[in-house]
Nanobody, 123 residues
């Protein structure tokens, strides 16, 4: 079992960058595939990015591809989301998640979730 805590959110202007972090506690961090999802007000939680156990495979939603980068550090039990050229449409609560299926894009594939960190982008 793993516990996840996100940080790094904030309020920024369009075009700015933010780096989200997710710290994991518990056992077996390196055995989990990880992902970031996001949920805007009044909308469903949606997939943003995923990374494999070793970090050698990543996948992205079309809406963030080329702007966001997911990475992980298994020595520190952390996963990151570097977000560049932020747009108002990126405004959402961002969640990290852990599961067993590499690259999965559906919420049901992930067993553990953090509480979320808010990102607000103004134009």
């Amino acid at each position: 079992q793993v516990q996840l805590v996100e940080s790094g959110g904030g309020s920024v202007q369009a075009g700015d960058s933010l780096r989200l972090s997710c710290a994991a506690s518990g056992r077996g961090f390196s055995t989990y595939a990880l992902a970031w999802f996001r949920q805007a007000p009044g909308k469903e939680r949606e997939f943003a990015a995923a990374i494999s156990r070793t970090g050698d495979f990543t996948s992205y939603a079309e809406s963030v591809k080329g702007r966001f980068t997911i990475s992980r550090d298994n020595t520190k039990n952390n996963v990151y989301l570097q977000m560049n050229r932020l747009e108002p449409e990126d405004t959402a609560l961002y969640y990290c998640s852990a599961g067993q299926r590499t690259g999965a894009r559906v919420k049901a594939s992930y067993d553990y979730w953090g509480q979320g960190t808010q990102v607000t982008v103004s134009s």
